[in-house]
């Protein structure tokens, strides 16, 4: 009994490893090149529309991205689009081309690379690290029911 509950964990477990690219196996397929800017959505959309974006507070000038056409793109936050967004004083205004997946029902892009006019990975990298750690400090210092304190301005 023993022997067949350890075979099923094993099958479980290499079928997890097996998936760990995501589930559509198809998503290579649909990669696309932008080409536009790196902005911060939120102070985009004030200044364009009047939004009530509190970038200073809550989102910390997330980036995103505006391509040729106009369009804004939130970036996926994952391990590659994490440092781009949180390294918004080091790349916001650069202009930049991405490879990856858009997905529009969201107006979402997930990068795969990405080239940013005069700026290394590293140094993304290294700015995206340094915002995290601001912003952790701001958040262990907020209190229930205030607003975190603004680690950079805008």
């Not at 022997?3 to 290499?14: D, M, R, S, Y």
């Not at 991205?65 to 994490?82: L, P, Q, R, V």
Request: proline content about 1%; some cysteine; hydrophobic content about 45%.
């Amino acid at each position: 009994m023993k022997h067949v509950l350890f075979v099923a964990i094993l099958v479980v477990a290499v079928a997890q490893v097996s998936w760990a690219g995501g589930w559509n196996s198809d998503k290579g397929l649909g990669k696309t090149t932008l080409k536009g800017q790196l902005v911060c959505v939120g102070c985009s959309l004030k200044k364009l529309d009047g939004a009530n974006a509190q970038c200073n507070l809550f989102a910390h000038h997330a980036i995103g991205f505006k391509s040729a056409d106009g369009t804004y793109w939130s970036i996926i936050d994952n391990a590659i689009g994490h440092d781009v967004i949180r390294a918004h004083e080091l790349v916001e205004g650069k202009e930049s081309t991405i490879s990856g997946w858009i997905y529009p029902i969201a107006n979402m892009v997930e990068i795969d690379t990405i080239e940013i006019d005069g700026i290394s990975n590293a140094q993304v990298a290294q700015a995206g690290w340094e915002e995290d750690q601001e912003i952790a400090k701001s958040l262990l210092a907020r209190k229930v029911g205030e607003a975190p304190d603004s680690t950079s301005s805008h």
